[in-house]
């Protein structure tokens, strides 16, 4: 019996046959560099703050991101390149500090991120390449329409910040733009 049970392993694989590869629900990167807003149709990085908020107008390094796409997630149409997924940033996620407010604005920081493979709803976004032209939103509070961008003033793409601590506003309330990840800033 040991013999038939080689015999057929040995026949199995000459023929080329192999196993399955491993399907993985994990979130895998799909794109990486700037997280950007467009302020007068130019990319321009947005920085952290002491605190790890996202914050737009200060000093400081622009962060580089990395948008993972999570399989688990429904929306994710790969072959359209439109993801649902998470951003990091480091190790650490991007993450929405009021997602179940009823009231705009929403503000990011970054923080440990709550799962390798089904981000909370406070760090859940959507990155398209095709139709959306690499645009990237936060998928929103619970029972929202799921594409939140940053606040703007008017149609030139300026971001809306906090007076005193500049911290970037998310939301659409009023005009909003989406959030891109590029390779270089204006």
């Not at 601590?165 to 990840?181: A, E, H, M, P």
């Amino acid at each position: 019996m040991k013999s038939t049970l080689a015999l057929a392993t040995a026949i199995f694989f000459a023929l080329g046959v192999q196993a399955a590869p491993a399907t993985s629900q994990d979130c895998y990167t799909v794109h990486e560099g700037y997280f950007a807003v467009h302020p007068n149709g130019q990319n321009k990085g947005v920085t952290l703050n002491q605190h790890n908020q996202v914050v737009y107008g200060k000093e400081g390094t622009p962060i580089q991101v990395k948008f993972q796409a999570c399989p688990s997630l429904l929306g994710n149409w790969p072959n359209e390149d439109i993801h649902v997924g998470r951003i990091l940033v480091g190790s650490s996620c991007l993450t929405i500090d009021n997602p179940n407010s009823a009231t705009e604005p929403y503000f990011a920081n970054v923080a440990a991120c709550s799962s390798n493979a089904t981000p909370s709803g406070a760090q859940t976004w959507t990155y398209g390449t095709s139709d959306d032209r690499g645009v990237v939103y936060w998928r929103g509070p619970p029972n929202s329409a799921g594409h939140i961008g940053y606040m703007t003033f008017d149609g030139t793409g300026t971001p809306m910040v906090s007076k005193a601590t500049r911290l970037l506003k998310i939301g659409c309330d009023t005009q909003c733009v989406n959030f891109s990840i590029v390779p270089q800033l204006d």
